[in-house]
């Protein structure tokens, strides 16, 4: 039987009952199918390449969060890996050792012998996994400085991973040594103030009975050259002792000061003028720098007036003929608090090194007379005005005190 082709593609049929296609047509159809798959994978794949972008970016945001809020902490943060590596150093541990991070990242923190104690503290976490709270330690800068630290540390811990290193935070705590020394000082003081005033009236009563029958001894005509010589001496030394009790007295002030408004600059000027006559005879010059617009300040006016004294008489003390003593006052702003900071320098012979961290100690003194309490009594009587005394020093150039008194914000000028 003679059938058309195109008669014989119509009716035929595949075994399941399907039409069946002319090849062209399946060519057409494959074709068709790989677009479309081509054309979906090209939109997963840039649907996908989207979210990595997202999650690059969100990555990097939150790595930015981290860093800033590393950045800000005043604390020292440091973080190891299970294999003692460092692999956070923020600026504030920077800072203190002294090591920028770029320096500390990647490499074993045993690498560094002067981070000895914070290693051992972290290797102790990770082989124990028992958290340390506020342990103290010491360590040694990069300057070779001293620095107390409080250090926490704990495990650092992931879910998915386990334990992954240790986390150390730390904080300075030369601050707060400094203060506890400075408490612990102004309790001794207290006690040996208290000490003092009492044997110094003691001793002043009988003193003030051989100072008295002395110069009695002093007027007598008939009394020999030899032993006018002895009562001299006998005169002299009361009046050094008396002296020393002052200072001791004046060391255990405890009396409420009297705080009056007081013109600072007529305070030196009157000081100064008290010791034109000392510094003439010296062949030294004193020069006074007080600046017009110094705050209105209140304090004890005598009290002051002491310390002004104490220092322009060491200053003329250690300066030799030729020589220049300058007090000078400027206003000086803190945190918004007005200050008086005034100096007395000088170009004498300057105070060794070694002396200069106990100049401030009651009784030390390198004069051959002296009670070695003016310093002291400066330094007490600056902080009974909350301001405090410093000072600065050279062998060849001289020494600067440095009293420095905060003002009430609220009163007039003078």
Request: hydrophobic fraction near 40%.
């Amino acid at each position: 039987m003679n059938i058309p082709f195109a008669s014989l593609r119509i009716r035929m049929r595949s075994f399941l009952g399907t039409p069946c296609l002319p090849p062209c047509a399946l060519f057409q159809g494959k074709r068709r199918t790989k677009e479309l798959f081509e054309q979906r994978l090209r939109h997963e794949v840039e649907a996908a390449n989207v979210e990595i972008l997202r999650a690059g970016e969100s990555a990097k945001i939150l790595k930015e969060y981290n860093e800033n809020i590393l950045a800000s902490l005043s604390s020292g943060v440091l973080v190891v890996d299970l294999n003692g590596a460092v692999t956070t150093f923020n600026r504030v541990a920077s800072s203190l050792f002294g090591a920028p991070a770029s320096t500390m990242i990647g490499k074993p923190l045993r690498d560094n012998p002067r981070l000895e104690p914070l290693e051992r503290l972290l290797s102790r976490t990770m082989e124990t996994g028992v958290n340390i709270r506020r342990n103290e330690l010491v360590i040694t800068t990069a300057d070779g400085r001293e620095i107390p630290l409080g250090v926490s540390t704990s495990l650092l811990y992931s879910q998915t991973t386990g334990s992954n290193g240790a986390i150390a935070v730390f904080t300075d705590l030369s601050q707060t040594k400094s203060l506890e020394e400075r408490v612990k000082h102004s309790e001794k003081l207290a006690i040996l103030g208290e000490m003092a005033a009492v044997m110094a009236h003691e001793i002043r009563n009988p003193l003030n009975s051989i100072a008295g029958f002395s110069q009695l001894l002093q007027m007598k005509i008939y009394v020999s050259d030899k032993l006018r010589k002895y009562v001299d001496i006998i005169v002299h030394e009361s009046f050094r002792i008396d002296d020393l009790i002052s200072d001791i007295l004046d060391f255990a002030h405890q009396k409420k000061n009297i705080i009056t408004l007081i013109d600072f600059k007529a305070l030196a000027d009157q000081v100064l003028s008290s010791k034109q006559a000392l510094a003439a005879r010296k062949g030294v010059v004193i020069e006074t720098r007080i600046g017009d617009d110094l705050p209105a300040f209140r304090g004890d006016s005598v009290r002051l007036e002491r310390v002004m004294l104490n220092l322009v008489n060491n200053a003329l003390d250690a300066t030799d003929s030729g020589g220049l003593v300058t007090l000078s006052a400027i206003r000086a702003d803190h945190n918004g608090i007005p200050w008086i900071e005034m100096t007395v320098a000088d170009t004498g012979c300057g105070i060794p090194p070694e002396n200069l961290e106990d100049i401030f100690k009651p009784f030390f003194t390198t004069k051959q007379a002296g009670t070695g309490l003016g310093l002291a009594i400066i330094q007490k009587i600056a902080e009974e005005h909350l301001g405090k005394v410093t000072v600065t020093s050279d062998l060849l150039n001289g020494t600067v005190f440095t009293l420095s008194l905060p003002c009430a914000r609220d009163l007039p000028a003078l």
